[in-house]
């Protein structure tokens, strides 16, 4: 398992353990002899089947967010308004057995980019609770875009550690309009 990777073992379809970087032995618990006997019966392709699945851990960088339909607030100079907003994140996968069992599944190959979806959705409902919490009058929206990311990027983890294996190390509040 090389540096910035897990690897995980899936052995008759269940999670078995997780490889952390380094040169791993994995040995069988039956005889050779054995299971070259039962295979025999299966033209000498074994009935035991496993998988491992490589994971990627280090940070992923440059990926975007945005809202696509406006979100109302209510402000107390204009009224109730319209804002969307946009920005960039970085991910980490972090829990690789949540990972392979909520997202990943029987998928081969899964890429982070199919994750933007969920990623979009996570972000753009978490925006609108920190908006609405924050109580920042529109015109101050741009001076707390710091505060504002990082309330963002707290409620962002909290919906989608446990549940998916994932973190954001970083999440940046660009432009809201």
Request: proline content about 5%; charged content about 20%; some cysteine.
């Amino acid at each position: 398992v090389r540096p910035g990777q897990l690897a995980v073992f899936v052995h008759e379809g269940k999670l078995a353990d997780v490889f952390e970087p380094g040169t791993h032995v994995l040995e069988t618990n039956n005889i050779p002899i054995l299971s070259t006997l039962q295979g025999w019966k299966h033209g000498f392709d074994s009935p035991f089947k496993c998988e491992v699945y490589f994971i990627n851990t280090r940070v992923v960088t440059d990926l975007k967010w945005g809202i696509p339909n406006p979100i109302m607030m209510r402000d107390s100079e204009f009224g109730p308004i319209r804002l969307r907003a946009f920005g960039t994140y970085t991910l980490r996968a972090i829990y690789p057995k949540a990972l392979i069992t909520e997202l990943v599944g029987t998928d081969g190959v899964f890429q982070t980019d199919e994750l933007e979806t969920l990623m979009r959705g996570v972000i753009g409902s978490s925006f609108a609770d920190v908006l609405a919490s924050s109580e920042i009058a529109a015109f101050d929206l741009a001076s707390n875009y710091t505060e504002i990311g990082e309330k963002l990027r707290q409620a962002v983890c909290e919906n989608i550690d446990d549940e998916y294996g994932l973190e954001v190390p970083q999440l940046f509040l660009v432009n809201v309009s």
